[in-house]
């Protein structure tokens, strides 16, 4: 049982360029998340999907894209990267409606646009 | 929307010693969930203690415990006899009881000392 998983775990990119962080959960959970972490912060919600086929934004969405595959499966694209967008990103899942609540993380990814 | 405030940037103790992490947080709902999560240096978000707010009772995890204050809309917690692997940034995190998103404070880096 793997829990939340993302790759890559590092990339480097440079102004410009494109990329797609993966994430999949074997918990078969509904919802998935992503955040990203920036130094001094915690954590902000970039996007969520309460289910499959559902996607909605989160407090930060600009200039970031994603997609639900599949119930196990949701990926974040950054379609034209910014050195604005150098963070460490981190994918979540949950289960709706359960008690006790909690969000399961999978281990980052450190991103650093050039 | 909610916030969530964790007012100590950083914080020091001594091994086998007690500290406390302050949060507070602002909303205007009478029932949601509020956490602590862990971080250490390798990243993984850890969840240490969860309380909800309809309960009164204070939560406990072995050697963390919170004190939770529903007017003062506060929501601290207690490290009982420190040890060096709780070296590691505290994260407070506020759920309302409707949704599933998790909204985060700054966070509180502690460091434990021999």
């Known amino acids: ?114 | 929307a909610q916030t969530v405030t964790q007012s100590q940037p950083e914080m020091s103790v001594q091994e086998a010693e007690t500290v406390t992490l302050s949060c507070t947080y602002d909303t205007s709902e009478s029932n949601y969930y509020l956490f602590w999560y862990k971080q250490p240096p390798s990243r993984q978000m850890i969840l240490v203690i969860r309380q909800e707010a309809y309960k009164q009772q204070n939560a406990t995890e072995n050697r963390f415990s919170v004190n939770f204050q529903k007017a003062a809309k506060s929501f601290s917690l207690k490290i009982s006899d420190s040890q060096l692997g709780d070296t590691a940034m505290y994260f407070c995190a506020f759920k309302n009881n409707a949704g599933n998103m998790l909204t985060f404070g700054g966070g509180t880096r502690l460091m434990v000392k021999p």
Request: neutral net charge.
């Open chain 1, 1 to 114: 049982n793997a829990g939340v998983t993302q790759t890559p775990k590092f990339q480097v990119l440079k102004t410009g360029q494109s990329m797609t962080l993966q994430c999949a959960q074997d918990m078969n959970h509904n919802s998935m998340y992503w955040y990203r972490q920036d130094p001094g912060m915690g954590l902000r919600l970039i996007y969520y999907s309460a289910s499959e086929g559902t996607t909605d934004k989160g407090e930060v969405p600009n200039g970031y894209n994603v997609s639900r595959l599949n119930k196990r499966e949701f990926s974040l694209r950054l379609e034209s990267a910014a050195p604005s967008q150098t963070s460490v990103y981190f994918c979540a899942s949950s289960e709706a409606g359960t008690s006790p609540y909690e969000q399961y993380f999978g281990p980052g990814t450190r991103l650093t646009v050039t």
